[in-house]
Structure formats: C-alpha cells, structure tokens
C-alpha cells in the first residue's frame, strides 16, 4: 500500500511545490493565479461556514440521481438492442446522431423545459452517461460465448436464469468498463447543468468565485470536482474488483 | 433385449442457405436403449455435430421425430468440444450448474457437488477457477457438470478433440471408469476409431454429407477395456472394418 502511494504522494508534493514557487517568486497576481496557500485558507472558510460541503453535497446528489438513471435506462435499452439485430438497425441512426450534439448546445434547452433546479441536473447527467454505457452493455451482451447458451439450451434453463447465470456474469467485464468512463463523464453533466443555470451545486460556486473575482474560491470548486471524480472512478474500481477476481492473473 | 429408451425415426436436416439448403442429415434412424454406450462415427461435415443439437433439443430437425421411452422432455447433459466453463465460476460452482437450473435445495447439491469432485478425482481442487486447470481437468470438470443431475441421455460432442494425445488416452479410461460407476446412456460423437472402439458398447458410422447411417456395428470386445487390446487381432479387424465404412 505504502509502495503504490509513495509516487503519487511526490508527485503531489512537487506540484504544490512548483506551483507555490511560481506564484511566490513572479509577479502574476492573485487573482489571475492565486498560491496554494490562498487556496488552502479558502478552501477552510468555505468549509466552516459550510457553503463548501453544502454546495458538494447538492453535486453530488445530482451525479450519483443521474447515473442511476443513465445507467439503468443505458443498461435496458443496450440489452434490448444486443438481442435484437432489426431494433438495433432502426433506432442506431439516431442513437448515434444524438451522440453528434454536444450536451453543451441542449443543456440551456433542458433548463428551459425542466426548471433550473436539480432535475435538470439530472438529466443532463444521465444523457451523458447514457451511451458509452449503452456501448458497452451492447457489446459485453453480444461477446457472451455462444456455447454458454447451448449449455443453457440443453439443461431446460429459462430465459431468466441464462440471464442471471450466463448473460450477466459473462458481459460485466465490459460493462463496468463502460461504467468507468460513464461515472468520470457524469461528473461534467451536472456542472455543464449547473452553469448554464443554478442557484446551487459546484457549478454555481465556481461561477460565483469567476464573477467576484474570487479565484482562489474557482480553484477550490475545480479541486472538489476532482476528488469527486476520482472518488466515483475508485467506486467503480472496487466493483470490479469485487465482481471481476476471477479475471485477475494467478500470481496478482 | 430391453426397450428402447430413445427411438430416433427418419430424421431430416436442412439448414436453409442462398442455393435451396445445406441437407445436414437424410433420413436417420435408430434405437437407443438402456445404459447402452453409442459412438456416431464419421468424417467432418456429416452431420454428427447436428444429430446431437438435434437430441438435446437446440435446434429442430426438419422433419422426422424422436422420442424418449418416458415420454417426456428427457433431461440431458452434454460434454462439448471445449469445456464450456463458466471462467466467473469455481470447480465446484461449474459442477453444481444443472442443479442450480433446476432448483434442487442447497444441501443435496452440496452433497452431489462433492461426491461428482471424488468421482472425477479433484479433490484439491473444487475452489479453483477454470483458468487454473489443465484441458484434461477442464474436461473433466466438463464431464461431472453433465452427470450431476443424473440426465436421461449424455451426449458427448467430440469431448476429447482438443486434448493432446496421452490425455486423451487417459481420459477415454476416465470416462469408461465413470460410465461404468453411473450406468447411463450415452451418445457421443467422434472421428477417432480407436476413441469408439476404446469406449463404445455400438458405433454408427455416418456418411459424408448429407450423413445417413451407413453402417451400425457392435462392439464385442469385453469390458474393462485397457491399452492392450488395441494389439488384438479382433481389435483390429473391427478397426478396419470402420475404417472402410468411412469413405
């Protein structure tokens, strides 16, 4: 454990390093680039008059309701799609063209038609998620041996169980894979939400800090969204870890 | 003679193509009975793959019927050219598989799991995962996921094709070893005529496609069989009478 942390620990170190020896030793000045001391002491006050965690919780909830979403109606239609060949030629056109606008440009539509509180959020969230999971419940469902299914067959099985029992084990490698990507882009969702209009969540202290010239208070947003990205990133790890052991080489 | 557990009548296979269909099988009819051991011989690309799709119910045949002494869905097991198993599942969990499918309570599949692990000799390895087991334990495993449940018919799809040579040898005394110890019926396909030979109570010989049974030969050699009755004169005589009927 200690060996695995020791690199990202110095490296750590020696950006803070740097980037305290640039702004302590040029003249750029705070409020284009502040030090990390500045943004440390910022990221304390807003943590003890509680607008920081408030703010985080709000984007966090906003994530984590749209990945459930995404995921799940990712998850349905991938697998409707992985069975059926003519469904998937009818509705892939359009499943791709979707993925040709940016969220960017119907973002400040879904604010429109949802309202500017969370559920907009949400949404924006989940249909950014929506397809690299979808992908990837496609092409783990259609990688799943055909042989399984033969032996399925001939022991009488119901569709449920070879569901259960060949389906879903034999296509979760790929589609925690698609998850991964999913739960990073989740995270770009909500603030891509939250900046188009928003009274609360990261996104709008990031922009608050932006308009007051508070950039210390911008840093300390783009720090949280970070650690959030990373913390759903090593969720996603652990499942795999606990569902995919048996891929794992021998000698690991 | 007892009756027949299976009674296979004029099974036709066409599997449907660009030019008027591929006729697999042409008018195929036997009779199984009772903890008979039946090889179906034949070069590939007659049909022996099909005729076992056919008998575990994963495809229909064109037209033609079988049916089972009972009368009902027979329950099957089924041994395929590669182990099939699950890479997800542990020894023991791969085994326990046709229990699990048909809902069998925890205890006795714990026990039947246990006494197939002793009857295929792994022992030490009923925790293990596939990808840490040689081909010849993979079959294996393979061969007790499809005896646990006791099935009506095995059927054997070339089980020991990707098997090196010794480990074949080996396995075939397995495989009658276990046969001998479950008393089933068993149908199993192969191209080896020693393999038939070596394990077969009757071998059908099959013709090139579309494969229709050319010849239906019993196998009088007596049981146990070992490694040198494959020098005997009667061994070999019926070797050579095979090997003609394969063109």
Same mark, same amino acid.
């Given at each position: 454990?200690?060996?695995?942390?020791?690199?990202?620990?110095?490296?750590?170190l020696?950006?803070?390093?740097?980037?305290?020896?640039?702004?302590?030793y040029? *003249?750029?000045?705070?409020?284009?680039? +502040?030090?990390p001391?500045?943004?440390?002491?910022?990221?304390?006050k807003?943590?003890?008059?509680?607008?920081?965690?408030?703010?985080?919780?709000?984007?966090?909830?906003?994530?984590?309701?749209?990945?459930?979403?995404?995921?799940?109606?990712?998850?349905?239609?991938?697998?409707?799609?992985?069975?059926?060949?003519s469904?998937?030629?009818?509705?892939?056109?359009?499943?791709?063209?979707?993925?040709?606008?940016?969220?960017?440009?119907?973002?400040?539509?879904?604010?429109?038609?949802?309202?500017?509180?969370?559920?907009?959020?949400?949404?924006?969230c989940a #249909?950014?998620?929506?397809?690299?999971?979808?992908?990837?419940?496609?092409?783990?469902?259609?990688?799943?041996?055909?042989?399984?299914?033969?032996?399925?067959?001939?022991?009488?099985?119901? /569709?449920?169980?070879?569901?259960?029992?060949?389906?879903?084990?034999?296509?979760?490698?790929?589609?925690?894979?698609?998850?991964?990507?999913?739960?990073? #882009?989740?995270?770009?969702?909500?603030?891509?939400?939250? #900046?188009?209009?928003?009274?609360?969540?990261?996104?709008?202290?990031?922009?608050?800090?932006?308009?007051?010239?508070?950039?210390?208070?911008?840093?300390?947003?783009?720090?949280?969204?970070?650690?959030?990205?990373?913390?759903?990133?090593?969720?996603?790890?652990?499942?795999?870890?606990?569902?995919?052991?048996?891929?794992?080489?021998?000698?690991? | 003679?007892?009756?027949?557990?299976?009674?296979? /009548?004029n099974?036709?296979?066409?599997?449907?193509?660009?030019?008027?269909?591929?006729?697999?099988?042409?008018d195929?009819?036997?009779?199984?009975?009772? /903890?008979?051991?039946?090889?179906?011989?034949?070069?590939?690309?007659?049909?022996?793959?099909?005729?076992?799709?056919?008998?575990?119910?994963?495809?229909?045949?064109?037209?033609?019927?079988?049916?089972?002494?009972?009368?009902?869905?027979?329950?099957?097991?089924?041994v395929?050219?590669?182990?099939?198993l699950?890479?997800?599942? @542990?020894?023991?969990?791969?085994?326990?598989?046709?229990?699990?499918?048909?809902?069998?309570?925890?205890?006795?599949?714990?026990?039947?799991t246990?006494?197939?692990?002793?009857?295929?000799?792994? !022992?030490?390895?009923?925790?293990?995962?596939?990808?840490?087991?040689?081909?010849?334990?993979?079959?294996?495993?393979?061969?007790?996921?499809?005896?646990?449940?006791?099935? *009506?018919?095995?059927?054997? !799809?070339? +089980?020991?094709?990707?098997l090196?040579?010794?480990?074949?040898?080996?396995?075939?005394?397995?495989?009658?070893?276990?046969?001998?110890?479950?008393?089933? @019926?068993?149908?199993?396909? @192969?191209?080896?005529?020693?393999?038939?030979?070596?394990?077969? !109570?009757?071998?059908?010989?099959?013709?090139?496609?579309p494969?229709?049974?050319?010849?239906?030969?019993?196998? !009088?050699?007596p049981?146990?069989?070992?490694?040198?009755?494959?020098?005997? +004169?009667?061994?070999?005589?019926?070797?050579?009478?095979?090997?003609?009927?394969?063109?």
């Open positions: 454990m200690m060996k695995k942390l020791t690199p990202i620990l110095l490296s750590t020696t950006f803070l390093l740097g980037w305290h020896l640039i702004t302590r040029s *003249d750029i000045p705070n409020f284009i680039l +502040p030090s001391l500045s943004v440390w002491n910022r990221f304390l807003s943590v003890n008059d509680g607008s920081l965690p408030y703010h985080t919780w709000i984007t966090l909830i906003e994530i984590v309701l749209g990945l459930v979403v995404g995921v799940l109606f990712a998850t349905v239609v991938g697998y409707i799609l992985a069975k059926s060949r469904l998937e030629k009818v509705l892939s056109p359009y499943l791709v063209a979707s993925q040709a606008i940016p969220v960017v440009a119907i973002a400040p539509l879904l604010v429109i038609w949802l309202g500017d509180g969370i559920l907009s959020k949400v949404i924006i #249909l950014i998620v929506f397809f690299p999971v979808l992908v990837n419940t496609i092409v783990g469902v259609r990688a799943v041996p055909s042989a399984l299914y033969d032996l399925m067959g001939s022991l009488h099985a119901s /569709r449920v169980q070879t569901l259960w029992k060949v389906e879903v084990p034999a296509s979760l490698p790929v589609f925690l894979g698609g998850l991964r990507i999913g739960a990073t #882009l989740s995270v770009i969702g909500a603030i891509v939400g939250e #900046l188009v209009s928003a009274e609360q969540g990261l996104g709008f202290l990031l922009q608050l800090g932006d308009f007051q010239y508070d950039t210390p208070m911008v840093f300390v947003a783009v720090f949280m969204l970070i650690a959030l990205a990373l913390m759903l990133y090593g969720v996603v790890r652990l499942l795999e870890n606990k569902f995919l052991k048996w891929q794992e080489r021998s000698n690991v | 003679m007892h009756t027949p557990i299976l009674t296979i /009548r099974i036709n296979t066409v599997f449907p193509d660009e030019n008027g269909g591929l006729r697999a099988l042409r195929v009819s036997f009779d199984v009975h009772p /903890r008979e051991f039946i090889c179906v011989l034949g070069p590939s690309g007659s049909g022996k793959t099909t005729l076992l799709r056919i008998l575990a119910g994963l495809i229909k045949p064109t037209s033609g019927s079988f049916t089972f002494g009972h009368g009902e869905q027979p329950s099957i097991g089924m395929f050219q590669q182990a099939n699950m890479p997800w599942r @542990t020894v023991t969990e791969n085994i326990k598989l046709p229990l699990e499918v048909k809902q069998m309570d925890e205890k006795s599949t714990r026990e039947k246990k006494e197939m692990i002793e009857l295929i000799g792994l !022992d030490g390895f009923a925790e293990t995962l596939p990808r840490d087991l040689s081909g010849g334990m993979a079959q294996r495993v393979a061969i007790a996921r499809a005896l646990i449940h006791n099935p *009506d018919l095995l059927l054997l !799809d070339e +089980p020991f094709g990707s090196d040579a010794l480990t074949r040898e080996r396995m075939w005394t397995e495989l009658s070893r276990i046969w001998q110890a479950r008393q089933q @019926t068993v149908i199993m396909v @192969t191209h080896s005529i020693n393999e038939s030979l070596f394990l077969a !109570d009757r071998v059908l010989v099959l013709t090139r496609r494969g229709t049974i050319k010849m239906d030969m019993e196998v !009088d050699l049981r146990p069989r070992n490694d040198d009755m494959r020098y005997t +004169p009667h061994f070999g005589k019926l070797a050579r009478k095979l090997r003609e009927a394969i063109e």
